[in-house]
């Protein structure tokens, strides 16, 4: 199961904005060149600022004979233009700097501002969308955050539009089929129109090539889930036991990372019970006292196919989520295992997300996720929700993989291990 870390981000722009230097500019090739394009677009710059487009655009004139092809040149040339209104002459010079930078979020925000506001709300679409791909990470300067929650919205439109044609196209299709299980093409519907994203396997430690990523498994793949939720009554009694003698105190933080570690998304929960668990086994290893705790619970378990590794499975806990707490969206360490959830107190209403499936849990209703697909859980309601959680091997391994993925796996803990001797 394992720690998870936030999802790769796209390639970083080159730039959010413009400045007043000469960035890249081959034909200016001595610095009395450069250091007069410079002032020239620093005149330029404080002309904007007063709102002088014409002292503005005489100074860029001067700083383009002798820097062509600088991108600030272009890009104060594009802002002088709107302030004059003429939005086709900044369109054109927004195009240029492009040309020369062609990965600078600032240029393509504007160039699809600069469409839009000139009604050509698809080719607006098309140039937003391309800027959101690499708007930067961080908070956005101020006087960017509208023209961005701008930019969403026409390209949010014109995904809702795509959707909407694509659905209408292949309607007499569906008729045709209404008993079909069309859940899987649905969402690639969804993907393909940019209403959602594909979810992919994201395993932190080992990634498994070629199983299928599918977020939660068929049942009939693992027949012995019935005996599992039949068992529900006589769990529940020995977690309800735990919990009349001590509360949550003996459930552990599940988000443990030493001081000074980048926390991202676990900073809300690090050493915190809000999210706590008490281990049955952990990392492969038996809790002896805690199994003795729960000797009804741990016969269950023991009589399933739990995967069996060495210092990595199985782990199998009851795993607490305080009143009105998250957990954020994650993956986990390796998919050739697949978790098991089982739910024991359910206080109202609580959801659980992997990929583009949301689900809510049950009383007596157990499933099988791929936890390497980023998944998170939500408890909104005023008490405790409690699950069992344990992993199995992912059903698409054969008996071979799994014995050599065991021995890999203790081989790469004992060369580690060798390591830090």
């Known amino acids: 199961m394992g720690h998870a870390a936030a999802p790769g981000r796209s390639r970083q722009p080159a730039g959010t904005g413009i400045a007043a230097r000469v960035i890249i500019d081959p034909m200016a090739n001595t610095s009395g060149q450069q250091e007069q394009a410079t002032q020239f677009l ?27 092809h600088d991108f600030s040149v272009h890009m104060f040339k594009s802002m002088a233009y709107r302030t004059t209104g003429d939005l086709a002459a900044a369109q054109r010079a927004c195009e240029k700097a492009l040309t020369i930078d062609p990965y600078n979020f600032f240029a393509r925000l504007s160039r699809g501002w600069l469409l839009d506001q000139q009604g050509q709300k698809q080719q607006a679409a098309m140039m937003y969308e391309q800027a959101l791909a690499i708007a930067p990470s961080g908070p956005l300067p ?4 509208a023209p961005v929650e701008r930019a969403r919205e026409v390209v949010e439109e014109k995904n809702a539009a795509l959707e909407a044609h694509l659905l209408e196209r ?100 690090n050493r915190s019970r809000r999210w706590g668990s008490f281990f049955l086994w952990r990392d492969g290893r038996r809790q002896d006292e805690a199994c003795a705790r729960c000797p009804r619970t741990t016969e269950v378990l023991e009589s399933l196919p739990m995967a069996r590794q060495s210092g990595y499975a199985p782990t199998a806990m009851f795993s607490v989520l305080d009143a009105n707490t998250r957990i954020p969206p994650h993956t986990g360490s390796i998919n050739t295992r697949a978790i098991v959830h089982l739910p024991l107190l359910l206080p109202g209403v609580c959801t ?49 993989e799994r014995e050599l993925v065991t021995a890999m796996m203790q081989a790469r803990t004992e060369f580690i291990a060798a390591l830090r001797r």
Do not use: C
Not at 44 to 53: G, T, V
Not at 176 to 202: C, M, N
Not at 352 to 366: D, L, P, S
């Open 352 to 400: 659980f997300r992997v990929g583009n499936v949301t689900r809510e849990w049950r009383m007596n209703e157990a499933w099988v996720f791929d936890d390497t697909i980023e998944h998170e859980a939500r408890n909104d309601n005023g008490e405790l929700r409690v699950i069992l959680i344990f992993d199995v091997w992912n059903p698409y391994l054969s008996e071979p």
């Open 42 to 68: 620093r005149e330029a710059e404080r002309a904007l600022k007063r709102r002088d487009a014409a002292a503005a655009l005489g100074s860029l004139r001067q700083a383009e004979a002798l820097a062509p």
């Open 170 to 269: 292949i309607a007499d299709i569906r008729a045709r089929h209404p008993e079909a299980s069309l859940e899987r093409f649905d969402e690639s519907l969804k993907i393909l129109a940019g209403r959602t994203k594909a979810y992919v396997q994201q395993p932190l430690l080992l990634h498994y090539p070629r199983l299928p990523a599918i977020p939660f498994f068929p049942r009939e793949l693992f027949p012995w889930l019935p005996d599992l939720e039949a068992a529900t009554p006589l769990i529940r009694g020995e977690l309800d036991a735990l919990l009349e003698q001590s509360g949550t105190e003996q459930f552990a933080p599940y988000i443990t990372y030493p001081p000074g570690t980048p926390l991202n998304q676990w900073e809300e929960l």
């Open 142 to 145: 101020p006087d960017l955050v």
